[in-house]
């Protein structure tokens, strides 16, 4: 049994440079889920894809962030012209679809921790 | 919108004695409850999940949770530390609106004394 996987688990980039990351869900979620969390915080919510639509955007993800799952499978996070303000651990998750109005869990990755120099 | 408070951002209790977390929530909807813990450099794990069929949740590794509307609580327990159990744990409510995010309290990080 397979949980969710992200690469890179670490990502060392200068300021002003580009970076994406990949995550891949458990193989049978629909949902699959991004959120960002800095050092001695909570993780905040950035995006949520059922399949292959983006279904919901925080205020969070700027112009400079894109997520895409051109598949329905796996989804990539970039973020162009990173900040040093990006440094954080980027968290993926997956749930099932669920019953509608239900509430399914959702299973994390390990993370992704980005540092920008 | 919804809201998690977690009060206390370190816990300190000695191996063997009772563990508890505070988490209250506030939310417009009959909410989802979740504790999830987190080892250093690591995703989160669940613990446990609160989804109205039982005010009293159990979960793995010994930890019970219950909640109280009354009081917008979700209070996470454990009768009797174990030195494994010294991590990062964070509340979560979800549900809301039909929206699927979690919204996250700031976490609680858990000592335990030998």
């Known amino acids: 049994d397979t949980g969710v996987s992200q690469n890179p688990r670490h990502k060392i980039t200068k300021r002003g440079q580009n970076v994406t990351f990949r995550c891949d869900p458990i193989?049978?979620?629909?949902?699959l889920y991004w959120y960002r969390q800095t050092l001695g915080q909570g993780p905040e919510f950035l995006t949520y894809?059922?399949?292959?639509?983006?279904?919901?955007k925080s205020r969070l993800l700027s112009d400079r962030f894109s997520a895409e799952r051109p598949k329905g499978s796996f989804s990539t996070l970039e973020i162009q012209r990173t900040e040093q303000g990006d440094s954080a651990m980027y968290l993926c998750?997956?749930?099932?679809?669920?019953?509608?109005?239900?509430?399914?869990?959702?299973?994390f990755g390990p993370g992704t921790r980005l540092l920008v120099l | 919108a919804q809201s998690v408070t977690q009060l206390g951002s370190h816990v300190s209790v000695s191996e063997g004695a009772l563990v508890l977390l505070r988490c209250n929530y506030s939310?417009?909807?009959?909410?989802?409850l979740f504790w999830y813990v987190q080892y250093p450099n690591q995703g989160l794990q669940l613990l446990l999940k609160?989804?109205?069929?039982?005010?009293l949740v159990k979960g793995i590794n010994g930890f019970e949770a219950e909640f109280k509307k009354s009081e917008t609580s979700f209070h996470l327990t454990k009768p009797s530390a174990h030195m494994s159990d010294a991590a990062e744990y964070f509340c979560?409510?979800?549900?809301?609106?039909?929206?699927?995010?979690?919204?996250f309290g700031q976490g609680t990080r858990l000592t335990i004394n030998p």
């Open positions: 998750a997956s749930s099932p679809l669920g019953l509608a109005g239900t509430q399914e869990t959702q299973y």
């Open positions: 193989s049978e979620h629909n949902r």
């Open positions: 894809f059922q399949n292959e639509a983006q279904l919901e």
């Open positions: 939310s417009s909807v009959p909410p989802y």
């Open positions: 609160y989804t109205s069929a039982a005010t």
């Open positions: 979560a409510v979800g549900g809301g609106q039909g929206a699927q995010k979690l919204v």
